[in-house]
Nanobody, 115 residues
Framework: QVQLRESGGGLVQAGGSLRLSCTAS????????MGWYRQGPGKKRELVAA???????NYADFVKGRFTISRDNAKNTVSLQMNSLMPEDTAVYYC?????????WGQGTQVTVSS
């Protein structure tokens, strides 16, 4: 089992910034991917950004150039720096830890961007 603890959501005005962090604990494998997904009101959960233990990153097109994902393998943490936030970024953001055959999710943190 892997437990994920998220922090950093909140309310921000359009154009502002927030930083999300997630720490994994438990059965941590050396080969894994960590990332952030989000689910807006009435929408399906979607990938925002992910990073492998080897440092390869993947971003959704709608956040390229605005969001940056980073990972500290020694601390089992993943962070998402979100800049130039827009009202359409409003959603519950979920931390994800994935290793072959397994997916783990955090409880989610609310991000609200006001116009």
């Amino acid at each position: 089992q892997v437990q994920l603890r998220e922090s950093g959501g909140g309310l921000v005005q359009a154009g502002g910034s927030l930083r999300l962090s997630c720490t994994a604990s438990g059965s941590i494998f050396s080969i894994s991917a960590m990332g952030w997904y989000r689910q807006g009101p009435g929408k399906k959960r979607e990938l925002v950004a992910a990073v492998t233990s080897g440092g390869r990153t993947n971003y959704a097109d709608f956040v390229k150039g605005r969001f940056t994902i980073s990972r500290d393998n020694a601390k089992n943490t993943v962070s998402l720096q979100m800049n130039s936030l827009m009202p359409e970024d409003t959603a519950v953001y979920y931390c994800n830890y994935a290793r072959p055959g397994y997916d783990y999710w955090g409880q989610g943190t609310q991000v609200t961007v006001s116009s």
